[in-house]
């Protein structure tokens, strides 16, 4: 199991161009999240999926912010246009309904962007 | 809603001493409990989890963390720290009668000195 594979694992972007983010869940889970961490604001849970379908998109913190599930073995979180404050280290994890309850999530390594 | 408090940014150890890593929620009913590890350029890594039964969990690498109903904490601790275990922590605390997505402390970065 190659486990949650996020790409790239760095990227430097100039304000306002666009910005796509990529994950693989492991297969089988049913459960996808997208995080956010930075030293002011720790780690944020931006929106999660379930089956495919967005349950929670609460903490997307603006329109510029949209992420989607096409299949089960694809995610992708996109920025338009990018901002500097963007800047952050964003993770993906996975899960699957009992292994929440049992074994938390897997966390992706990270794509950690810089916008300037 | 629930909350999770890590009160302490930074720890600073010498190798071979013993930690513990504090946590405090907020939750009105039985939480379930984590705690993950972050090495640098890593994601997060379970430790240990808590949601019923025996106080004292035990995880992986030689840590445990113990549940305090009376304190709503739930610490981290290791008798003896390698300088390996440098990295950041991260209590989060789960609805036991929701979906079980965790509440993420902000972190305790922990420093060991040889």
């Known amino acids: 199991d190659a486990g949650v594979i996020q790409s790239p694992r760095h990227e430097v972007t100039e304000m306002g161009q666009e910005v796509t983010l990529r994950c693989k869940p492991i297969s089988g889970h049913d459960y996808l999240f997208w995080y956010r961490q930075t030293m002011m604001r720790g780690l944020e849970l931006l929106i999660y999926f379930n089956n495919n379908v967005p349950i929670d998109d609460s903490g997307m913190p603006e329109d510029r912010f949209s992420a989607k599930m096409p299949n089960a073995s694809f995610s992708t979180l996109k920025i338009q246009p990018s901002e500097p404050r963007d800047s952050a280290v964003y993770f993906c994890a996975s899960s699957y309904q009992d292994s929440l309850a049992n074994y938390g999530y897997t966390f992706g390594s990270g794509t950690r962007l810089t916008v300037v | ?114």
């Open chain 2, 1 to 114: 809603a629930q909350s999770v408090t890590q009160p302490d940014i930074h720890i600073t150890v010498s190798e071979g001493a013993s930690l513990e890593l504090r946590c405090n929620y907020s939750y009105g009913a039985t939480p379930y409990l984590f705690w993950y590890v972050q090495s640098p350029g890593q994601g997060l890594q379970l430790l240990l989890k808590y949601f019923s039964g025996d106080t004292l969990v035990q995880g992986i690498k030689g840590f445990e963390a113990e549940f305090k109903r009376s304190q709503s904490s739930f610490n981290l601790r290791k008798p003896s720290v390698h300088w390996s275990d440098a990295a950041e922590y991260f209590c989060a605390v789960g609805a036991s009668g929701g979906s079980y997505i965790p509440t993420f402390g902000r972190g305790t970065s922990l420093i060991v000195h040889p």
